[in-house]
């Protein structure tokens, strides 16, 4: 295998977090893959249970969690740690954040059930991807926003404040604030005005 790390001291992890090739399959980022998925996973089993200390596990795997989030399990992340969401954003079940790269939700969004946030890329080389080399772009969806149910948003795109983005609809390209945009790869269809009809 070629070493594409030759002079460059930093970690995988620190890799990852810069937007650079890393190994996915480095011992610390799996290590703290598994901790996010049993944190997933007790949260899950705590709700379920009706326990109200549910919601300490999921502080203990979101990074950045607003106040009064409402999240219904099952959730799942690749760390949990790079994801932030604002406050009183409302979050359907199967939600799955892969957060290689920062992950940020603004306040008051509502995120319908089998959204999936997807920050990973992958090499187009073969040998790359044979040798298990992965990049990742953040994702950033401002406040107010509403995904309906089954939107994937792709590496790197940004969608504003205010705007919907139509159920099934590929979130391929940054979409700005105050529209609705529907389709694969999602489009803008109209703009949102201040007395919407």
Known sequence: MTDFFAGDPRSHRERML???LYLGDD???VARA???ARLADLYHRQTLAGDPGARDWLRALIGDLGDDVAIRPPLRVDYGENISIGA???VNFNLIALDVARITIGAD???GPSVQLLTPTHPIDPQMRRDKLEAAEPISIGDNVWLGGGVIVCPGVTIGDNSVIGAGSVVTRDIPADVVAVGSPARVVRTIGAVDD
């Open 109 to 111: 969004c509502q995120i």
């Open 18 to 20: 810069a937007g650079d």
């Open 27 to 29: 011992p610390e980022l």
């Open 34 to 36: 598994d901790r996010a």
């Open 88 to 90: 009183r954003t409302f």
